[in-house]
């Protein structure tokens, strides 16, 4: 029988090579995904006035959201867009932060759910385009 610690190491195994053969698409609507997770339970965390479970959800949305950062290629026109979003978004958890308020969250999470909507429709159209055939 496996130990709990032994276990846990097969988890996080099986995470990481999960993780690693994702497509780029589906990396980043999992990054997406998690950073809206974590705001949701940020609104959460400051409706009951649990500060240090504030500041734990903040921390793990930026970190997500420097992750997706890290993914945006700079060379085109949409990603300096995309940039621009994403450094907005940071600036509102920063603020969320320092005002201990919770009155950006609603704007950045409405903002994460647009930004999954529009990849997984980019996901689709891009599947589209590479399984294309002209049989049938």
């Known amino acids: 029988m496996p130990t709990s610690m032994e276990m846990e190491k097969a988890i996080q195994i099986y995470k990481e090579a999960s993780t690693s053969t994702l497509s ?12 809206q997770k974590y705001i949701q339970q940020c609104q959460v965390a400051i409706v009951s006035t649990d500060n240090e479970e504030r ?40 603020k969320t932060r320092m005002t201990q308020s919770g009155e950006l969250l609603p704007h950045i999470e409405q903002l994460t759910a647009q930004l999954i909507e529009s990849w997984q429709i ?14 049938l």
């Open 55 to 94: 500041d734990r959800t903040l921390s793990k949305a930026q970190d997500f959201l420097f992750e997706i950062m890290t993914t945006t290629n700079q060379e085109t026109v949409e990603s300096e867009r995309l940039m621009t979003l994403y450094i907005h978004m940071n600036q509102c958890l920063v």
């Open 24 to 35: 780029m698409m589906e990396y980043v609507l999992l990054l997406l995904s998690e950073m």
């Open 122 to 135: 980019a996901k689709q159209v891009t599947r589209r385009r590479t399984y294309k055939t002209d049989q």
